[in-house]
């Protein structure tokens, strides 16, 4: 998926390389969960590609699509491993979270852009991506256990719509110098996103705990929007199969605000 998504962008990037009102910017930009609605989920630090078109100086909008790729959760652990023969192995397992968007809408631009400041309010809509990896260490232990896969992946997607606006600091202005036509800016904008119910793993709330053949009785209360994430393991004496957990799947409506700060230049 993230592949599809670059490729778009690299496409609609060369095709439009010589417009007169291409927008491109490179920014910064960090997902903000809503923890009323999403309180089991962190903040989503990333970079992004913004690309617009404007198909005249006349007409105030744009045309835009958003490309964004983060993450939310790293973190590598010793787990302990225990089977019904009484055989036990410890390995690290690590953990990374990620969230990916794409985003394709309008643009309506607020005051000129030969100004110092300008400004902008923003209508989009498109897909996000969650991508947890889990890789599993070998834990070289004869009388053992060892993962069957090495690496496990969880992902979910879902159709998310954005809303809000920014405001542009004109750089030429600020630095009084004549460079032509060309054009280029600081642009700092703020949305809101909203989706449906997302799926997602996140290791920062994750309790200690040994994994045994079955599920030890939890410390806290279990929330009904958890549910485990297990993986199968073989004894390598016994040639058992079992499941183990670990990891916990949370599920929760997609609400997030999206700050950004970035790079642009118009050509």
Known sequence: MKKRLLLYAVTLLTSAANA?????????????PLKQTMPMMSMNHGMGLFIGYRMSEKVPFAITSDLSIGSFA?????EKYTFSDGSVTETYVNYSSNMSKFLFGLNYDLGRQ???????ITAQAGYALMDSRISIEDPNDPDGCTPLENKNTFRYG??????GGGIRINIKQLSKKPDGDFRHFIDIGVKYMGGGTFNYVNIKHMQEST????????????REDTRD?????????????????????YSS??????LKIGYMIQF
């Open 253 to 258: 409506k997609f609400e997030m605000l999206n």
């Open 114 to 120: 030969q100004n110092l400041f300008s400004g902008y």
């Open 20 to 32: 007169q009102h291409l927008q491109v910017n490179m920014n910064y930009n960090a997902d903000i």
């Open 158 to 163: 879902g159709a998310i719509y954005a809303a």
């Open 211 to 222: 994994h045994g053949m079955t599920s030890p009785v939890p410390s806290q209360p279990v």
């Open 229 to 249: 994430f297990n993986v199968q393991f073989v004894n390598v004496t016994t040639n058992d199969i079992h499941e183990h957990k670990v990891a916990e799947i």
């Open 74 to 78: 790293y973190k590598s652990r010793k």
